[in-house]
């Protein structure tokens, strides 16, 4: 059972440059998340999905797209890396109720 | 949006002692409530959580309370132990449609040996 996964799981860039980061779950939840973590913020909601094709924005999405044509994918796109975007990048996914289940992040440096 | 705010934002403790981390919400719709457990470098884990119409929970030596006429809820761990030690964040969510989880800027537990 693989649950969720995220790739890259380290991932260095250059200002400016696009950066694809992928999120997979083999539970068929309906929602699935994308966090970020930086110190003394915790986790900010980016985007969320609550099906497929249907999509919406969180705290700090500026900067950021998403997609989920399909139910176990949600990747996220930074189209233009800056700086601040620096961080831990967090996939998560649940059902309609209960427990939201993480996956191992992604670190991603632009430098 | 949703609005979490946690304190303390560090704790230390000597094992065996209690530890207790408080969480206030903005939203009166929430109604679930759970806590992560973040050990470094991991993801975080679901330790315990709580609903809107449940006033406290346990699990053995943890336990959440909840007083939704003040917003607010609170992470107790009791007999702590230095495996205890981790960054705890709290989180609120209304557990509908529209399922979005909000998490407070977390608390850093230290249990010394």
């Known amino acids: 059972d693989a649950g969720i996964t995220q790739s890259p799981r380290y991932k260095i860039t250059e200002t400016g440059r696009q950066v694809t980061l992928m999120c997979h779950q083999t539970?068929?939840?309906?929602?699935m998340f994308w966090y970020r973590q930086d110190l003394g913020h915790g986790l900010r909601l980016i985007y969320y999905?609550?099906?497929?094709?249907?999509?919406d924005k969180g705290e700090v999405p500026d900067g950021y797209v998403v997609s989920r044509s399909k139910t176990e994918n949600f990747p996220l796109t930074l189209e233009s890396a800056t700086r601040s975007q620096t961080s831990v990048y967090f996939c998560?996914?649940?059902?309609?109720?209960?427990?939201?289940?993480f996956g191992e992040g992604s670190r991603l440096t632009v430098l | 949006g949703e609005n979490v705010e946690q304190h303390p934002s560090t704790l230390s403790v000597q094992e065996g002692d209690s530890a207790v981390i408080k969480c206030t919400y903005s939203?009166?719709?929430?109604?679930?409530f759970p806590w992560y457990k973040q050990e470094l470098g991991k993801r975080p884990q679901l330790i315990i959580d709580?609903?809107?119409?449940?006033g406290e929970k346990k699990d053995q030596r943890i336990a959440v309370t909840l007083n939704k006429t003040a917003k607010h809820f609170s992470l107790h761990i009791t007999e702590t132990q230095p495996e205890d030690s981790a960054v705890y964040f709290c989180a609120a969510s209304i557990q509908d449609n529209f399922n979005k989880f909000y998490f407070g800027s977390g608390t850093k537990l230290n249990v010394k040996p």
């Open positions: 709580i609903r809107s119409n449940v």
């Open positions: 999905s609550a099906a497929a094709d249907i999509t």
């Open positions: 939203d009166s719709a929430s109604n679930y």
């Open positions: 998560a996914s649940s059902e309609t109720t209960g427990e939201l289940f």
């Open positions: 539970w068929s939840h309906s929602y």
